[in-house]
């Protein structure tokens, strides 16, 4: 099997189990949707929510996981597995006393962060103090995410795929029943109801811990508390993460800038319209984004130990047609099809056809920056591989000047109705941005990439897309005329024919021009 192939395989593993966590992602946020529609409690909820997740990334998934990965491989090949385990206690003891003192300040300080967060809330009657309430029940909900992703990066190591990227389903499917059997009980005892999903996020949180320890304890790993900053791997993975908490420091404070003007632009909507639209925007990034980006992580790791940097080179350019395979053809559909989609996915209780029409216009604001947000997955974990977190970092501030001087003029041109836009615009330009340097960067270090062909999978590509786009928008115009004023069963049906329509008319495309890419991504024979 060539390598390309196995890795789309161990990809294709990835996207099955992410496509589960998706799936329930949304239903998740259907339920929430229906119950608070995109008013003070689901902005609290998300804001809330935001701050652990934060201080996750920044600590946990984004930078450690740059340095831990690359790291652990290093030990697991050179030293063998009980050392690789020794060292992985010692950094999940390390997260454990660091992330505890942010848990304790998070639970004690929670007024203090929700006004850093989102001072805009301050003029909505109750939105801080329901906020911050939440903010105290999910604070441990950080420590359990930090562990959950070490375990997910030690897992991914051992060529374990598929359970680390199902595990955030648990999460979700936790969330569900928080809402279904949670919420009714704390309505009918006088308790505020967003609260009940406080309660269940931290359940989910044990949950999909529990079961990636599970599984890595039949690797032969047994969790033990224990601390050493002189370590080798410790020292090692401390230079390593300095720079890249800056990096990723820098993209949290796009967040937290693009977080605080929505708060501002209206009482309520704007940041829910904003997140709606992200997690319609990040299902396609998590079936193949970050699933490309979870294997290339794993093989540029143990090509950079080997010193295969050729190797390495072939894997990244692998990763990046595969991305532009499937992100291509995905962002076209979201920009055709956004509204029928937010309509089938959330109209629905207190999520009115007024929160659909601004959704969609988030929705397509996003995609714009879909196929560069996707490849920055394969991009950025492959200077930490090559143990260069200094320029992805300095790439990160550019991208976050970038995108405020974007926010602030979107804001400011743009119809006063659609400003919210605007944030979503600059996000797709600062991916944008940060791609084109992490590109030109990459091949000043390792060289052209002219040799793998990647332009021409990728015109190909963009030319049956474009095929696909044209056949979707005279679809869908053809059944909205047809059908007139549908009901949600109807709409149902209606987009699936379409996208199933475009895709039949894509993957044929992709037969009949040979892509490489489809055929790895065809069942074994």
Known sequence: MS?????ARAAGKVSVAVMASRVLGLVRDQFFAGLFGAG????????????????????????L?????????????SEGRKEAFYLANLVTGSLMVL?????????FFSDFFVSLLAAGFSGV???????????????????????????????????????????PAIYNVSLILAAIFLVPRFEDNGIIPIYAMGCGALVGGFLQYGILLYVLKKEGYSPRFRLSLNHPGIRK???????????????????????????????????????????????????????????????VSAHAVAGHFEELKETVANSVKMVGFMAIPSTIGLLLLARPIVDVLFERGGFTAF???????????????????????????????????????????????????????????????????????????????????????????????AEYRIMDTLNRVILISIVMGVTVFFLQHWFEQWMGDMNLISEIWTLAA?????????????WLLRIKEFFYLLPKR
């Open 498 to 510: 379409v996208v199933g329509s475009g895709a039949l008319v894509y993957f044929t495309g992709a």
């Open 355 to 449: 929160d659909t029409v601004f959704t969609s216009y988030a929705v397509m604001g996003y995609a714009i920056g879909l196929v560069a947000y996707s490849a920055n997955k394969v991009f950025v974990p492959t200077y930490y591989a090559l143990g260069d977190t200094k320029t992805p970092v300095k790439i990160s501030l550019l991208a976050v000047a970038g995108n405020v001087v974007m926010c602030i003029f979107l804001v400011l041109v743009l119809p006063e109705n659609i400003r919210f836009v605007g944030l979503a615009l600059a996000t797709s330009f600062s991916a944008l941005l940060s791609t084109a340097l992490l590109v030109l960067g990459l091949i000043r270090k390792l060289g052209g990439f």
């Open 65 to 77: 996981s740059a340095a831990f990965v690359p790291t652990f491989t290093k030990f697991l090949k």
């Open 40 to 63: 003070l409690y689901n902005d609290a909820w998300l804001v809330a929510l935001r701050i652990p997740n934060m201080l996750r990334d920044l600590f946990a998934e984004g930078a």
């Open 3 to 7: 390598k390309g192939k196995k890795a």
């Open 237 to 299: 993975i401390g230079r390593l993460i300095g720079p890249a908490i800056i990096g990723v420091s820098a993209v949290q404070l796009s967040v937290l800038i693009n977080t605080q003007i929505a708060s501002f632009l209206d009482e309520n909507g704007p940041v829910s319209w904003l997140s709606y639209a992200f997690r319609i925007f990040y299902l396609p990034i998590g079936l193949f984004g970050v699933a490309v980006g979870v294997v290339n992580l794993r093989d």
């Open 99 to 107: 992330l505890g003192i942010f848990t304790l300040c998070l639970f």
């Open 125 to 167: 009657e109750g939105k801080v103090e329901v906020t911050s309430t939440l903010l105290k029940i999910v604070s441990p909900f950080l420590m359990l995410l930090a562990l959950a992703s070490v375990a997910a990066g030690m897992l991914n190591t051992l060529d374990h795929f598929f359970i680390p990227a199902l595990a």
